[in-house]
């Protein structure tokens, strides 16, 4: 299994949204912090700044983090005001007791490791103060049909990804309090036939599932859905993505 280089996919990687912009998990975020009155705020993994950028609430510090240089280059092309910074998610270069809340969405699967993740946070956030986690937990939803077609991503996913089990207990064993698991937004899309090849998330640099897979890899499983269509060209390509929010108290 390859590790996702964000460098080299960065450029199309913003195609995502033109699939789903995920407005649930953004409303989600705002509510939060405007209902808890948070002053400073941080993203961890924030990409191209599609998240920060949409929290434009006045009186408040909000930043971004992220490993890759080119995915934060965009960011700025978007948004020269931007505070990011290139850094590494579990070594947060920020003093003690600094963030009211920080919040990650699909991104705690990239990070090397998940419990140094939460510690490093817990040391950067206030009193109080909120670490939220959006993702999904493949470990309890897999109705996508890329798990069925492509070789071992799904085993992958599994080993990548963080159940909301798995996170509540790290959560509880750093010292953090009021868990909270929640279903924030779910993505259903039904392609039919030959219609799949417009999904944007088939393409293999558009979701870090595909673009860490060969391109052997990736050929076989492409290869796997055009056999299936000569069989029956009016297959049923289901996707069923659940998004969820994990979310604990500093204290």
């Known amino acids: ?141 897999k109705q996508w049909y890329v798990y069925e077609y492509f070789e071992n991503v799904y085993e992958n996913d599994l080993k990548r990804f963080p159940s909301l089990e798995s996170l509540n207990q790290i959560f509880n064993e750093e010292g953090f309090n009021e868990f909270e698991i929640k279903t924030v937004e779910i993505s259903d899309n039904n392609w039919i036939g030959n219609e799949v090849f417009n999904d944007p998330f088939l393409q293999k640099n558009h979701c870090s599932q595909l673009a860490n897979l060969s391109n052997e890899e990736y050929g076989k499983g492409i290869n796997k859905i055009k056999l299936q269509l000569s069989k029956n060209p009016e297959t049923v390509f289901e996707s069923h993505i659940v998004f969820y929010l994990t979310k604990a108290i500093n204290k």
Request: aromatic share 10%.
């Open 1 to 141: 299994m390859l590790k996702t280089n964000y460098n080299s996919i960065a450029n199309s990687y913003n195609k995502r949204y033109t699939a789903n912009y995920l407005v649930n998990i953004e409303e989600e975020i705002k509510s939060l912090i405007e209902q808890n009155n948070y002053k400073t705020v941080l993203e961890a993994g924030c990409g191209t700044g599609r998240w920060i950028n949409s929290l434009t609430q006045k009186g408040q510090s909000i930043f971004g983090l992220d490993y890759s240089f080119e995915m934060l280059r965009l960011a700025k092309v978007n948004n020269a005001g931007l505070d990011i910074v290139n850094a590494n998610a579990v070594h947060i270069p920020f003093k003690e007791s600094i963030f009211d809340m920080i919040f990650c969405v699909n991104a705690i699967h990239h990070f090397p490791d998940k419990r140094k993740f939460i510690q490093q946070c817990k040391e950067v956030l206030t009193n109080q103060g909120m670490l939220a986690v959006f993702g999904v937990d493949p470990h309890i939803d």
